[in-house]
């Protein structure tokens, strides 16, 4: 399906640089990306709806991977994948980092090739171990000691799987305290400092299937500050270096993760992947040199990065009221669409679009539709004093840990997701159905 481009743009984009490169502005406060009307594509697919620049994508792939030219950049899944999404990522070069069986099986439909898969998860179930073996996973993260045998056994005496065993650095880094995960107060990894992770590196590397090819640290999400990266790579430096003098082994591998943050909203800062590349590399030579070390190859891991900035939520208004001094603009979506606010208190910049803002700028909240006090997608959040019934919002940098994080909470249906490329529009994720969610219910 195909939507047409509207007019040319008639000014540039000022105040949009956190929404995706081919954005511009139309006449009568309208808005396209990827050369579509967001306004035509509410009307044609209905609201809540979720876009994706694929240009966008692809570009932010490129970047990563031109700043890490020698290294791996595997995209992770869980912030957004589907079946061209995972098409796209391939295409450009990079693996995939999932964390289910069921991420694994799409991105396996969808023709993404096996062994650049990483297959991460603090509890993988049998199914998940027994599907990244069948179908030839490149690397297994181990994130507990419990998973070692399994994964050896299934391997079986003929094969060799590559493994990496995930550490916790003991690094406090993340945009909220709910994603930080290189301290040992959290689930993921193993402990440096009760000797977990050591005693696990021992057990892989007893195991002659398995192939431990490096260490894995993750140290948070939406991280917009390089130093904290460098700090875990001198601990993993300091790690290898006692590994080889304890079992003379070298590792060819360091996969550093991911949690590379964006800006949300205009002015917010981002890490930019091409400085993280330059730092990351002279820390990791400069340790390695000192410890008398090879050099590792560079695995990272982003996902908001690459995902978030392609994309755009659209919502309709359904109600505008002024309840004490607060005025509350209600839409037709909310933390079913968008859990980020309330996990997190993500804050996001919507904007109307669709008709010229004539309204006085005031400061309004973006609730949703839920049955929920906490079912806010913008605290006070400028927006024009007579938003209306049927009025557009735009939110933008939304590709990321939305759509993944969906819910069908009050049995509201997830929104569908529309890809935008170059003046064309194609759906890639169809809205979910109350017929969808009736199905389940199988119980009289
Ligand atoms: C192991 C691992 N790698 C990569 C990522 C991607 O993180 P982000 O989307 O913040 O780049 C995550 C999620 O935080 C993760 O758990
Ligand atoms: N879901 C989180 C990030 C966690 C990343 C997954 N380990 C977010 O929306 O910010």
């Given at each position: 399906m195909t939507a047409p481009v509207l007019a040319a743009p008639t000014a540039g984009p000022d105040d949009l640089h956190v929404w995706p490169a081919s954005t511009a502005r139309l006449p009568h406060g309208h808005l396209s990306v990827g050369g579509v009307s967001l306004a035509e594509l509410a009307d044609r697919y209905g609201t809540p709806l979720y876009l994706l620049d694929e240009d966008e994508v692809r570009t932010r792939c490129r970047t990563y991977r031109a700043a890490f030219p020698e290294g791996e950049v595997v995209y992770a899944a869980k912030a957004f994948l589907s079946r061209a999404m995972a098409r796209w990522v391939e295409e450009e070069g990079l693996g995939l980092d999932v964390c289910s069986a069921g991420e694994l099986e799409l991105a396996h439909a969808a023709g993404f090739p096996p062994e650049r898969m990483v297959l991460h998860g603090n509890a993988k179930s049998p199914r998940d171990i027994e599907l990244a073996l069948r179908l030839g996973v490149g690397r297994i993260v181990v994130d507990s000691p419990s998973e070692i045998a399994r994964i050896a056994a299934l391997t079986g005496p003929a094969g060799r799987q590559k493994i990496m065993v995930r550490v916790v650095p003991g690094v406090a880094a993340g945009g909220h305290e709910k994603i930080r995960t290189g301290t040992e107060d959290q689930k993921f990894g193993l402990s440096l400092t009760d000797g977990s992770a050591q005693h696990a590196i021992a057990r892989v590397l007893g195991q002659p299937q398995l192939e431990m090819t490096g260490l894995h640290c993750h140290i948070g999400s939406q991280i917009t500050d390089i130093k904290p990266y460098l700090v875990a790579v001198r601990r993993m430096g300091g790690l290898m270096a006692r590994i080889k003098d304890s079992h003379g082994v070298t590792f060819a591998e360091l996969d550093l993760g991911g949690g590379h943050g964006v800006a949300y909203r205009p002015g917010e800062p981002a890490l930019d992947p091409t400085a993280l590349a330059r730092r990351l590399t002279a820390e990791l030579t400069a340790s390695c040199g000192?410890?008398?070390?090879?050099?590792?190859?560079?695995?990272?891991?982003?996902?908001?990065a690459i995902a978030a900035p392609a994309g755009v939520a659209l919502y309709r208004v359904l109600?505008?009221?002024r309840t004490g001094p607060k005025l509350f603009v209600a839409v037709d979506g909310g933390m079913s669409d968008?859990?980020?606010?309330?996990?997190?208190?993500?804050?996001?910049?919507?904007?109307?679009?669709g008709r010229p803002a004539t309204g006085v700028p005031v400061t309004a909240t973006v609730v949703?539709?839920?049955?929920?006090?906490?079912?806010v997608l913008a605290n006070d959040v400028p927006l024009p004093d007579d938003l209306r019934p049927g009025d557009l919002l735009a939110v933008p940098v939304a590709g990321a840990y939305q759509v993944s994080m969906a819910s069908a909470y009050?049995?509201?249906a997830r929104p569908p997701v529309v890809a935008v490329h170059r003046g064309t529009?194609?759906?890639l994720i169809r809205r979910e159905t109350q017929e969808d969610l009736r199905r389940r219910d199988v119980g009289a």
């Open positions: 000192a410890a008398g070390l090879p050099v590792p190859r560079l695995l990272i891991e982003p996902g908001r109600a505008a009221k968008n859990p980020r606010p309330a996990l997190y208190g993500a804050r996001y910049a919507p904007r109307l679009i949703g539709r839920h049955c929920e006090a906490g079912d009050n049995l509201v529009a194609r759906l």
